[in-house]
C-alpha cells in the first residue's frame, strides 16, 4: 500500500510520548526502569533474573506494559510496582533548550501521553528544562492502568482533555502504539534511534518505520521540530 503522509498545517494539539521520544534512545534511561522491573518481578514471583526476564518481555508484548501483565496475571499491586520501577537516576537526561524552544513555537497545545507514571514524567521534564510547555500529563492511572495501545486509553485521553484527533499530531518511538492514533485521525511521527549510538531495544520494539500508520520518521525530533517551524 502506498503511504500519503498526512501534514501538520491543520494540527492545534500536540501529543507526546515521553521515554525514548523527548529525549534520545541512545541515553538509555528507560533500561534503567527495565531492570528495576526484572528485579521487582524476580523478587515477587521468587525467580531467577534470567527467568523474570523473560517474563517481563512477554508481558511487555502481550499487555502493553509488564505491570498490566503482573496485575492480569498475579493480582500486583500497581502503586507498588510503579513506585519500585521509577526510583531510578535521571541524571543522565541534560537540558535541551532547543527542543524546548521548538515546543514552545508549535502552535496550540502541547500534552504528555505516556505509559509511565506523573511523577517519572515531571522528573524527566525537570532534567529536560521544559515542563512548563505542557498543559497536562496523562500517564498510566489517568489511563486507569491501561497502556497504551489500548484503544480505549486512547478514547479516554482524548475524551479527558478534549482533544480532537482530526487536529493533532502524535510522536512516539512504538509503532504499535501508532496504529490508533492515526486511525482516529491524528497526523503520525515515529521517533527512531540514532543509528551511530548504541541502544539496548528489542527488535520488535524497532521495526514499523513502513507501516501505513507511520506518516514521519525522524531519528532527530529536535531537528524535526525545528525543521517543521521553519517551514509552516
Given amino acids: 500500500m502506498t503511504k500519503s503522509p498526512r501534514a501538520f498545517d491543520h494540527v492545534e494539539t500536540w501529543v507526546f510520548d515521553l521515554d525514548n521520544t523527548l529525549y534520545p534512545h541512545h ?14 518481578v524476580a523478587n515477587y514471583l521468587n525467580i531467577t533474573p534470567d527467568e523474570a526476564f523473560r517474563i517481563q518481555k512477554d508481558y511487555y508484548k502481550r499487555y502493553g506494559t509488564t505491570m498490566r501483565g503482573m496485575m492480569t496475571e498475579h493480582k500486583i499491586s500497581a502503586d507498588d510496582f510503579l513506585a519500585y520501577v521509577h526510583e ?3 541524571s543522565p537526561l541534560e537540558p535541551n533548550p532547543v527542543m524546548g524552544a521548538a515546543i514552545a513555537e508549535l502552535p496550540g497545545r502541547k500534552l504528555i501521553l505516556t505509559n509511565g507514571s506523573v511523577a517519572h514524567a515531571g522528573a524527566v521534564l525537570k532534567r529536560l528544562g521544559f515542563a512548563d510547555q505542557f498543559e497536562a500529563i496523562f500517564d498510566i492511572v489517568a489511563a486507569e492502568l491501561e497502556p497504551k495501545p489500548a484503544q480505549r486509553t486512547y478514547d479516554k485521553f482524548l475524551r479527558d482533555h478534549d482533544v480532537n484527533p482530526a487536529k493533532a499530531a502524535m510522536f512516539e518511538d512504538l509503532s504499535r502504539n501508532l496504529v490508533v492514533p492515526h486511525s482516529l485521525g491524528m497526523t503520525t511521527v515515529l521517533v527512531v534511534p540514532d543509528g551511530a549510538k548504541e541502544v539496548v531495544r528489542e527488535d520488535w520494539e524497532l521495526a514499523g518505520r513502513e507501516d501505513v500508520h507511520v506518516d514521519h520518521v525522524t531519528d532527530d525530533l529536535t531537528g524535526f521540530l525545528v525543521k517543521m517551524n521553519g517551514t509552516r
Fill in 27 to 40: 541515553v538509555n534511561l528507560w533500561q534503567q526502569v527495565d531492570v528495576r522491573i526484572r528485579d521487582f
Fill in 88 to 90: 531510578i537516576d535521571h
